[in-house]
């Protein structure tokens, strides 16, 4: 079992690889080895992708198409071969179906939604919204295993996902309403807060992803 963290330059992968290495360290030999790459042919030999990303929506998917080879590879893993995927912060706003930052730019469409601005209701809370917050569990899933509402993350966003089916939206956060913070369908799960900085709880996620059988 291998695990391919997706390098497109979209920002510093050190602190998500070392976590995801930790993890699989933690797990024992049968989760396996983690590296970054941005070869195709990796990701097209992975048992599980994880897709990060920081920075503007249509910018991530341009750098991502843009890699030889890379972008088809990620999505025949994701769709044809099935294989456990991960997206993080804006690698999970791409997975929907379209985002509406600066330009409306067309997603993965592997779960049904739009990228939105966030919009709290309080305007004494500040846009990106940028730190700690409660997890709010919406539905159980395997890699949710041991995490409860209460439960801290990270987060550092400006962009929310609206979900076309509400069944498809995991987990929220209160941020002057209503603001997504986990999307899963299939094998595809994606987190919109940074889980390598997310202490305990990023790390039970990522241990539960690694261990993750759709």
Known sequence: MSTVLIDYDSGNLHSAEKAFQRMAREAGPGAGPVIVSDRAEDVAQADRVVLPGDGAFPACLAGLRARTGLFEAMVDAV?????????????????????????????????????????????????????????????AH???????????????????????????????????????????????????????????????MIANFLSWAP
């Open 142 to 204: 395997p890699v949710l295993d041991g995490i409860a509402t209460g439960d801290h993350a990270y987060f550092v966003h400006s962009y929310q996902f609206s979900v076309a089916d509400p069944a498809a939206r995991l987990a929220h956060v209160d941020y002057g309403g209503d603001v997504t913070a986990i999307v899963a369908r299939e094998n595809v799960i994606g987190l919109q807060f940074h889980p390598e900085k997310s202490q305990a709880t990023g790390l039970r």
């Open 79 to 139: 769709t044809r071969r099935a294989v456990p995927f991960m997206g993080i912060c804006v690698g999970m706003q791409m997975l929907a179906t379209r985002g509406h930052e600066y330009a409306v730019t067309d997603g993965l469409g592997l779960v049904s939604g739009e990228v939105v601005p966030i919009a709290p209701s309080d305007p004494a809370l500040k846009v990106p919204h940028m730190g700690w917050n409660d997890l709010v569990i919406d539905r």
